[in-house]
Structure formats: C-alpha cells, structure tokens
Nanobody, 125 residues
C-alpha cells in the first residue's frame, strides 16, 4: 500500500512557473513508477507525465512537452513536476499516481493503482 500526498499547487499568471511535489509513504519507492495526471472541470482525467522507478525513463503528453519536467528523489520518496511557461489551458486539478512496477505501465490512468488527493493549479490569463 502506498499513500501519496501532493503539494505545490496554486494560482499563477500565464507564463509563470510552479513546482508540484508528491511524497509517498513506504520504503520501496524506487520500485514504483510514478505519474502525474490532471483533470479540468467537465473533462476526463488526462496523462501529463510519468517516470520509471530508477528515473531513467520519462514520458510527457504532447501538450506539455518542452514546458514541464518530471523528476524523482528516491531517497526522499518524492516525485516532482516542474511546470514552466504555464498556460490557462493547464488549469486543472493535478494528481500524483503510482504503480507497483518500476516500468511505466502506460499513459492510461487506469494503469495506475495508487492516487493522491490532488492539488489545484489555476493559470490566469
């Protein structure tokens, strides 16, 4: 069982930056692939980014490629999402997710078994 707690969301102007953090419980964090998803009002949850257990493989949605960067600190049980050049369309609740495999299982949210409570990101124009 893994518990995930996100932080770092907030209100920012377009063009600004935020860094989201997700702290995981447990002692086997490096064995979990981690992902970030987001959900805007009235829309389905969508993939943003994912990282393998070792951190050697990363994946991004086309909409955030070149602007967002995912990283992890296995010693600190934390995964980060650095978000730069934010746009109003990035506004959503951002969720951290984990899967009990060091290999990223894909970009479908159904492939991840553990979820945080979400953190709101609002980008004003």
């Amino acid at each position: 069982q893994v518990q995930l707690v996100e932080s770092g969301g907030g209100l920012v102007q377009a063009g600004g930056s935020l860094r989201l953090s997700c702290v995981a419980s447990g002692r086997t964090f490096g064995r979990f692939a981690m992902g970030w998803f987001r959900q805007a009002p009235g829309k389905e949850r969508e993939f943003v980014s994912a990282i393998s257990g070792s951190g050697s493989s990363t994946y991004y949605a086309d909409s955030v490629k070149g602007r967002f960067a995912i990283s992890r600190d296995n010693a600190g049980n934390t995964v980060y999402l650095q978000m730069n050049s934010l746009k109003p369309e990035d506004t959503a609740v951002y969720y951290c997710a984990a899967e009990a495999s060091p290999v990223v299982p894909g970009t479908d949210y159904l492939a991840f078994d553990y979820w945080g409570q979400g953190t709101q990101v609002t980008v004003s124009s």
